[in-house]
T-cell receptor
Framework: DTGVSQNPRHKITKRGQNVTFRCDPI?????LYWYRQTLGQGPEFLTY????????KSRLLSDRFSAERPKGSFSTLEIQRTEQGDSAMYLC??????????????FGSGTRLTVV | GENVEQHPSTLSVQEGDSAVIKCTYS??????FPWYKQELGKRPQLIID?????GEKKDQRIAVTLNKTAKHFSLHITETQPEDSAVYFC???????????????FGGGTRVLVKP
């Protein structure tokens, strides 16, 4: 297991189209997070899962965004009816939450979305 | 929620000099403070972190200090080298497992340029 894997690395889509990204976390990690990063800014939290349960969603996550983690392993992030403002790097991270601690918070390389 | 401010936004130093980046946070519940280095087009990578029960931590040329009373923490890089050139992000989170889910709140980033 070489880390958090995200696919695709790049996606160019026309405005109004739907896109889906995939994240494969480190296998033993039970938490999975999605972040969005625009140029020159720090990553912004979108949502996170503990196993298959989606436990928190940011107000940044409009109703056009949906995320799933059906079997508690990989996760998908779908954006419907894309807008130019959705252009960003979408980062996934995973960690192992155990007891009162959270270990090994590791990011993937991200999916860069360009909406034209 | 948590708000993290980071300064400066850009920092240019001569090779061999020191670089200092400062962050402030707003949520007194935050007790875990990681620092990430992000090179162009790559994933954020954890370089050092500190927990609230420690005031200072050092790893070779990198050190982090934390002042919980003032709610600020700083990254210190000594003997800078050209390969230290990157964007650095500070982050904060409540370290205990609770509804916040340990999501990281990031600062806006500091672009560090080390001139040979």
């Amino acid at each position: 297991d070489t880390g958090v894997s995200q696919n695709p690395r790049h996606k160019i889509t026309k405005r109004g189209q739907n896109v889906t990204f995939r994240c494969d976390p480190i296998s033993e990690h039970n938490r999975l997070y999605w972040y969005r990063q625009t140029l020159g800014q720090g990553p912004e939290f979108l949502t996170y899962f503990q196993n298959e349960a989606q436990l928190e969603k940011s107000r940044l996550l409009s109703d056009r965004f949906s995320a799933e983690r059906p079997k508690g392993s990989f996760s998908t992030l779908e954006i419907q009816r894309t807008e130019q403002g959705d252009s960003a790097m979408y980062l996934c991270a995973s960690s192992l939450a155990r007891g009162l601690s959270n270990y090994g918070y590791t990011f993937g390389s991200g999916t860069r979305l360009t909406v034209v | 929620g948590e708000n993290v401010e980071q300064h400066p936004s850009t920092l240019s130093v001569q090779e061999g000099d020191s670089a200092v980046i400062k962050c402030t946070y707003s949520d007194s519940a935050s007790n875990y403070f990681p620092w990430y280095k992000q090179e162009l087009g790559k994933r954020p990578q954890l370089i050092i972190d500190i927990r609230s029960n420690v005031g200072e931590k050092k790893d070779q040329r990198i050190a982090v200090t934390l002042n919980k009373t003032a709610k600020h923490f700083s990254l210190h890089i000594t003997e800078t080298q050209p390969e230290d050139s990157a964007v650095y992000f500070c982050a904060a989170t409540p370290g205990m497992i609770k509804a916040a889910g340990n999501k990281l709140t990031f600062g806006g980033g500091t672009r560090v340029l080390v001139k040979p």
